[in-house]
């Protein structure tokens, strides 16, 4: 599994052989059973995960026991709780498997260790932070300034594999509308 991680690693960025191969030498790999839970709300979430095969989501459930969908991941996408992950605090999340999936792990202690050590994973850890901000800061103004329909449209460009292999109520809470209104709204497109 680690080839396919080396793989897209490789095409994104120069890495160093050395530093490639402690990062080899600190992986682990896991495979989980759609459904299963990976975090739960309270625990520190001390793993990053690269999505080797399958999809993945994390959610909130807030005092009246709705879920809320942050985000979802699938192949060559890494997903964690950042929040509980960067504080060490316990997380407000769950991570979950909405399909079989096969994960490369690695440690944040392990990794950031690593990092002093190794400028080209310095370098490739930031740049993946700065994606990840930016999609976090564009996610929040189109839930501020879009409407439903737009979202949701935005959505099916951006993410053509997820829209495919998640059910619809999921997409909604992601959205933040009810399964309801978005039915609607695919009715009418």
């Not at 052989?17 to 975090?39: P, S, Y």
């Not at 520190?44 to 095969?53: A, N, S």
């Not at 994606?131 to 800061?137: D, K, P």
């Not at 935005?154 to 109520?169: G, Q, T």
């Amino acid at each position: 599994m680690f080839e396919i991680l080396k793989k897209r690693m490789e095409e994104s960025m120069s890495i160093s052989e050395q530093d490639m191969q402690r990062l080899q030498d600190m992986h682990q790999t896991k495979k989980v059973r759609k459904g299963q839970i990976l975090l739960s709300e309270g625990q520190v979430c001390t793993v990053t995960y690269y999505i080797v095969k399958g999809c993945l989501r994390v959610y909130r459930i807030d005092e009246n026991g709705e879920e809320h969908v942050l985000k979802f991941g699938v192949e060559n996408w890494w997903i964690n709780d950042g929040e509980s992950y960067t504080t060490k605090e316990p997380s407000k999340s769950y991570i979950q498997a909405l399909e079989d999936s096969d994960l490369i792990l690695f440690e944040e202690s392990d990794f950031s260790a690593l990092l002093p050590s190794a400028p080209s994973l310095q370098k490739f850890a930031g740049e993946k932070t700065a994606r990840s901000f930016i999609a976090s800061t564009e996610r929040i103004y189109e839930q501020m300034s879009l409407s439903v329909e737009t979202r949701y449209n935005n959505f099916i460009k951006k993410y053509p594999d997820i829209f495919n292999r998640v059910p619809l109520h999921m997409i909604a809470s992601y959205l933040g509308v009810s399964k309801k209104t978005l039915s609607r709204i695919r009715s009418k497109a």
